[in-house]
């Protein structure tokens, strides 16, 4: 391959990587999460819901090269960058909040990654990362989530590299989940 096929190929990547981050931030967001299973609708909550699927993309095995994992934490870090401006962080401050933001990421990216395996861990990283608390928790909402996330794991490990390559993704359906909870709930 030649220097320009090289160059091209990089470039395709950045735009997949681009539509990637788009996907999962569209995932993230969905309101499931923040009326139904307890997240936190706030900034923090966004936040965790953002690095819960980040890890879940970035985990994602031979699909994900490890340009394009690079390229998607960059889009990542700029991203929340932008938001700090926008909620009206001062310039002088965002260096720091983006720190602590940094800090965050790796310390639950590292969480998750210890916890791939073992689903009972999953949770224990979930309640301490994404609920941050304890008590009052509903376990049947942390399983959902802790299903939710395993098989989405799962489901990324076994997506092919054109899909990656293509900027496709696809999250474990919510409903497939979420959906037991509400059947049996009626």
């Known amino acids: 391959m030649n220097i320009f096929g090289w160059w091209r190929k990089r470039q395709n990547d950045k ?14 967001r969905q309101p499931v999460f923040y009326r139904d299973l307890g997240v ?66 790796k310390g639950r990216f590292f969480a998750y990654h210890s916890a791939v395996t073992d689903p009972q861990l999953m949770a224990d990283a979930l309640t301490r990362n994404l609920y941050r608390k304890t008590e009052a928790l509903d376990k049947n909402v942390l399983n959902i989530v802790t299903v939710y996330v395993m098989d989405g794991l799962a489901q990324m490990a076994q997506m092919p590299e054109d899909d990656f390559r293509a900027g496709r ?18």
């Open 15 to 28: 735009q997949a990587v681009r539509r990637i981050y788009d996907s999962l931030l569209a995932q993230a």
């Open 40 to 105: 936190p609708d706030t900034t923090d909550g966004r936040f965790d819901m953002i690095v819960l699927h980040g890890f879940m993309v970035m985990r994602a095995g031979p699909g994900m090269n490890r340009f394009m994992r690079q390229n998607l934490f960059d889009v990542i870090c700029r991203d929340l960058d932008r938001a700090c401006r926008e909620m009206g962080i001062g310039d002088l401050s965002v260096p720091r909040h983006m720190k602590r933001m940094m800090k965050a990421f």
């Open 169 to 186: 993704i696809a999250f474990a359906p919510l409903e497939d989940h979420y959906g037991h909870r509400q059947q049996a709930a009626a």
